[in-house]
């Protein structure tokens, strides 16, 4: 019913900046809220950064002042800008949706399939 397609990973040096994006398409009624999660290799997922209907944002204590996460509606688009990054950012990272497709509650929580960020020197 719905697709994310996430761009924007890549190898990057420490210090160094990227802008993860990610398209939602399909049965869409409105984006009630999207997020950026991440994983690294032997950890458990976790919350980087989340954008509500609303415009408000919560960010991970990790990245707050080096994150940012924005949402273009008419594109029904979510981004996420990474600057100043540190090896421990290096994670794949994930965009998740929560979806209304129509205005009597039906709802969906939708994952895109991934987008590796490394960052090395």
């Known amino acids: 019913q719905v697709q994310l397609v996430e761009s924007g990973g890549g190898l990057v040096q420490p210090g160094g900046s990227l802008r993860l994006s990610c398209a939602a398409s399909?049965?869409?009624?409105?984006?009630?809220?999207m997020a950026w999660i991440r994983q690294a290799l032997g950890k458990e997922r976790e919350l980087v950064a989340h954008i509500i209907n609303g415009g408000s944002t919560n960010y991970a204590d990790s990245v707050k002042g080096r994150f940012t996460i924005s949402r273009d509606n008419a594109k029904n688009t979510v981004y996420l800008q990474m600057n100043s990054l540190k090896p421990e950012d290096t994670a794949v990272y994930y965009c998740?949706?929560?979806?209304?497709?129509?205005?009597?509650?039906?709802?969906?929580?939708?994952w895109g399939q991934g987008t590796q960020v490394t960052v090395s020197s």
């Open positions: 399909g049965s869409i009624f409105n984006i009630k809220a």
């Open positions: 998740n949706a929560v979806i209304a497709h129509n205005d009597h509650g039906l709802t969906g929580n939708y």
